[in-house]
């Protein structure tokens, strides 16, 4: 199965993983997940790890999916708590 996502009428290849955080995040648009509920439902962590794997990944997805990495629209951070997937027309 492929997972891609259509940006600027172009096909986006994700990973898995990307994809999986993607839908993730986008199927309750406006809900602040926290790290570790994103491992817990991405990777099926039952116990906290080490949070930075869903940082890694988020960036990752960032630089495939949105226009300005360093300003995104679809996958925003809340500081301090966690993610949550941008609301809007962008």
């Known amino acids: 199965m492929e997972h891609k ?42 116990h906290a790890a080490d949070t930075r794997l869903v940082n890694v990944h988020v960036q990752r997805l960032r630089s495939k999916i949105e226009v300005d990495a360093d300003d995104p629209k679809h996958v925003l951070t809340v500081r301090g708590v966690g993610y949550k997937a941008g609301v809007g027309k962008n």
């Open 5 to 46: 996502v259509i940006k600027n009428k172009k096909e986006i290849p994700l990973t898995r993983l990307e994809f999986d955080l993607l839908v993730a995040l986008a199927k309750e648009p406006g809900r602040v997940f926290t790290r570790e509920a994103l491992l817990s439902e991405v990777w099926g962590y039952q």
